[in-house]
């Protein structure tokens, strides 16, 4: 069973060991998927096992999972519709039709093709990942907020869209709310808020206030999400500070839920980094904001190495682009040589079809990290002028 091949959701289905289902119950297999990385956003294995990972992606365990899920969902819904139609009906019901991702997909007349095709562009990554809100994090921690939608989908489609457009933008609030409630933020802490608040499925609408959000979580399994996504938010270094530990008592009285439950939430989160700290992004940085550092510059970094020689040549006829970005490796700039670097190269982005991404909102977040990499990746075009700037200095 290859899913980065054609057919392998039915393959996968046939594997699935119903007795296992069927004795798992809904809990069980909530803490499975924490094991397995799937409520982190690192999926590290298969949930249940159901499949041995070896030679799978992580992109490839994560559609497994997922796929598992819904499957799972649908097995305790006891619906009596067909699980492939069922589930493509929900994406299309929750999906935005002039700007939707599925779109171009709705054509595909082969259902188990159809549904393949869209599990793949749900979670699939790659170099365009800015042009879907920017954020690793928010597209595959974020995926169970597709399977409470379909969960709820299977008991009533009324209004399901606003049910996971809600949950979402409350699920987003509460966990940069921990950010914000430090009296210390870093630069990080405060570009990752910034990008919460740009990664919502409703565009032009404002997220809700706390307590808004936390008045919206009120199902088991939705407060169970939230408690998680704040652990894993606000770990740092397998520690929990003062700070992060007030908001999630607060956050427990908010949520009516017992101690035991914050409590189990900050241990699984430990264990999971004890395990898995070598083989997951996340729990390797500081915290989910350097997460997003790090993932951000890889991409940067990529952008601008496969697009050295145009840069290269574009950089090379705009000469104060060229000194100031050289001077950028001696010191920091003026918030004045700030916008005139970041409005030229924005006219050379424009220019340059794979960079036009910097051109979308919340591209200018991105910026600082292209001024901070490019003197380094494409080091032959500024050495001269590194030169010629320290003779001034001298």
Request: aromatic letters at 12%; charged letters at 30%.
């Amino acid at each position: 069973m290859n899913p980065s091949a054609n057919g392998w959701i039915k393959k996968l289905l046939n594997q699935v060991s119903e007795t296992k289902y069927a004795e798992t119950d809904s809990y069980e297999f909530y803490n499975r998927l924490k094991q397995a990385g799937f409520i982190y956003g690192s999926n590290i294995k298969v949930v249940l096992d159901i499949v041995k990972p070896f030679d799978l992606t992580e992109e490839e365990r994560c559609k497994i999972n997922l796929l598992l899920t819904y499957y799972f969902v649908y097995k305790k819904g006891k619906s009596q519709e067909d699980f492939t139609d069922s589930l493509i009906r929900y994406y299309k019901a929750i999906s935005d039709q002039k700007r939707s991702f599925f779109e171009e997909l709705f054509g595909d007349k082969t259902p188990d093709s159809l549904l393949e095709k869209m599990i793949h562009k749900r979670i699939h990554i790659d170099d365009n990942f800015i042009t879907k809100n920017f954020n690793y994090f928010l597209i595959n921690a974020l995926l169970f907020v597709d399977v409470l939608g379909y969960q709820r989908f299977l008991k009533d489609e009324n209004d399901i869209k606003n049910y996971v457009n809600n949950l979402e933008s409350a699920l987003e609030t509460i966990v940069f709310s921990v950010i914000d409630n430090k009296s210390e933020k870093t630069e990080y802490d405060e570009n990752l808020i910034r990008l919460f608040e740009d990664s919502i499925r409703q565009k032009n609408a404002e997220l809700p206030s706390y307590k808004d959000a936390v008045s919206f979580i009120d199902a088991p399994f939705e407060k169970l999400y939230a408690i998680d996504l704040v652990c894993m938010a606000s770990w740092t270094d397998k520690i929990i500070d003062t700070e992060e530990r007030e908001f999630l008592v607060r956050l427990k009285n908010d949520l009516t839920i017992d101690t035991d439950i914050i409590a189990q939430s900050m241990n699984d989160i430990n264990l999971f980094y004890d395990e898995h700290k070598d083989d997951v992004a996340f729990l390797s940085s500081k915290n989910l904001a350097q997460s997003f550092y790090d993932n951000s510059s890889k991409v940067v970094s990529k952008l601008i190495t496969r697009n050295s020689k145009r840069l290269i040549k574009e950089l090379s006829e705009s000469k104060e682009a060229m000194t100031l970005l050289a001077q950028s490796t001696q010191r920091n700039l003026t918030d004045d040589e700030q916008k005139k670097i970041q409005t030229q190269l924005l006219d050379i982005f424009k220019s340059i079809p794979s960079l036009a991404i910097f051109m979308l909102p919340g591209g200018m977040l991105l910026l600082p990290l292209f001024i901070k990499f490019i003197p380094k990746l494409l080091p032959s075009a500024f050495d001269d002028n590194r030169i010629d700037n320290q003779k001034k200095n001298d």
